[in-house]
């Protein structure tokens, strides 16, 4: 069938697996949760000695806080610092590498952007990536992009095509005709700002009520909405409103040449931001207290005080409270669980149907199948690669879920990992010679029912008095042309 609308994806230790053929190395990366769960119990004592002054302070360094700083660059302003936790800064957008490819740690690509993305458009030309209105073909994704292993086999897209009744293939057809006509109302856009009303009956409802509501019953097409919204938002249907599962496929145009990839995924954008802001970034470095002091703000981190006339917060929302205790707690959004696993393959496992695609994914599966880091290399032959697997614990409460996270060992998500896989690829155990993984317990802000009203949303819209919020929760969405956007609002008003 072919669809009128086009479905695109939008995050040393040594064992041995009791099934598997040979040594899998591997183990957790960027275990920083007890330094995370130290700040939030307030156990690490304020730093001594007199401040230092900055302008604006950015906390945060994740695509928020580092388009907040490209920003003010650019407008020639230079006064200011971003402090980051970790080692390094990126975020979402954070690569690694080894010797057959650099790879991403979480965010993998950004779809060709609609022209409402104008601040997207602004970096990417100054990138080299557009060039006289004419993308860069290197970095657009190249075919096969997608391929989904359905009853057995591999087929092209990610829409569901084979053993499909005459029905499921009418209310796909009649599911993309109701899109386009969402997508016309131009409410749904990105930014998301741009478009959003202020409240909508859409999202006083999830999206598969809304499926339900207007005949859509395919398990197929369920299936396939279930698949989006844990890639976007980390999030089954059942827990999304309506509204942002709409925007998930009204947003974007119905076909577009994309995404833009690189090995690294986002990375290669961090990366680039991350070097236009040499000397104003200090990695490990959180903030671990703010608070007013007059019409200045301090923010207060380990080794130092620093005190602004304007704070930039890129960091997410949830996280204000445990700094800056006169915030009330967040209690009426919730953050999706996500693991990230990057898989060293020695050699490629043996194939049923269509050559392997950028994007892979496997029909029922828990995960969200994965991605592979040498798929736009021009080699003409390729044996070891690696692939980055994506799982969000969905369908669930997130704190359970946060706690099955974090409290499995490495060697059982190996092995879940691993039987995942071979649903399609039978020999994976014996092409895989190294599983790192990255647990991330707080991934993204869940666009639950209620959140675009949500009073706790609309005061991060808002900031507070020489205060301004540069995240994507204010979005509802973990995109990058979302925190881009919030950051550089921030900095405008800073």
Request: charge should be positive; charged fraction near 25%; proline fraction near 6%.
């Amino acid at each position: 069938m072919t669809s009128p609308i086009k479905f695109t994806r939008r995050a040393a230790l040594a064992g041995l697996s009791v099934k598997a053929e040979r040594p899998i190395a591997g183990g957790f990366v960027f275990e920083s949760e007890n330094a995370g769960h130290a700040i939030r119990d307030r156990r690490m004592p304020l730093p001594a000695g007199p401040p230092q002054k900055k302008h604006t302070v950015i906390v945060g360094g994740g695509i928020g806080g580092l388009s907040a700083g490209w920003w003010l660059r650019r407008q020639g302003f230079t006064d200011f610092v971003l402090l980051e936790m970790e080692s390094s800064a990126g975020g979402n957008s954070r690569s690694g590498g080894n010797d057959v490819s650099r790879y991403p740690w979480a965010a993998h690509y950004v779809p060709v952007p609609n022209k409402e993305s104008v601040y997207v458009r602004e970096l990417f030309t100054e990138l080299g990536l557009l060039v006289d209105g004419e993308w860069d073909e290197r970095w657009l994704c190249h075919t096969p992009r997608e391929r989904l292993f359905l009853h057995g086999r591999w087929q092209d897209g990610i829409e569901p095509e084979l053993g499909l009744t005459a029905e499921d293939h009418r209310q796909f057809r009649a599911f993309a005709g109701r899109i386009a006509e969402l997508r016309a109302t131009r409410q749904f856009t990105i930014p998301m700002a741009i478009g959003a009303p202020a409240q909508s009956p859409l999202d006083t409802l999830s999206f598969k009520d809304w499926l339900r509501r207007n005949g859509f019953t395919s398990p197929y097409l369920h299936w396939l909405v279930d698949y989006s919204t844990r890639d976007d938002f980390g999030a089954a249907a059942s827990e999304t409103s309506a509204w942002a599962g709409i925007h998930y496929f009204a947003a974007r145009e119905a076909e577009e040449n994309g995404p833009l990839t690189w090995p690294e995924g986002n990375g290669w954008i961090a990366s680039r931001l991350i070097g236009k802001l040499a000397g104003h970034i200090q990695t490990g470095e959180p903030a671990i207290h703010i608070a007013k002091a007059g019409v200045k703000w301090r923010v207060h981190t380990p080794k130092r005080t620093w005190e602004a006339d304007r704070v930039i917060y890129a960091a997410p929302a949830y996280l204000l409270p445990y700094l800056d205790p006169t915030v009330p707690p967040v209690r009426e959004m919730q953050w999706s669980p996500w693991l990230v696993a990057n898989l060293t393959l020695d050699r490629l496992p043996a194939e049923k149907g269509l050559e392997p695609a950028w994007d892979n994914v496997i029909y029922g599966s828990p995960s969200l199948g994965y991605v592979v880091a040498t798929h736009q290399s021009v080699r003409t032959h390729i044996d070891k690669t690696v692939w980055t697997y994506y799982y969000a614990l969905a369908g669930r409460d997130p704190k359970t879920a946060r706690h099955e996270l974090l409290s499995t060992d490495w060697g059982t998500w190996r092995e879940r990992i691993l039987d995942d896989l071979s649903r399609a690829h039978k020999d994976i155990r014996a092409c895989v010679s190294r599983i790192d993984i990255f647990r991330n317990g707080h991934a993204m802000v869940r666009p639950s029912p209620g959140f675009l009203s949500n009073p706790a949303r609309l005061g991060w819209v808002r900031g507070r008095e020489r205060f301004h919020y540069a995240s994507a929760d204010a979005s509802g969405f973990s995109l990058f042309e979302e925190a881009q956007y919030r950051g550089i609002l921030a900095a405008g008003k800073a």
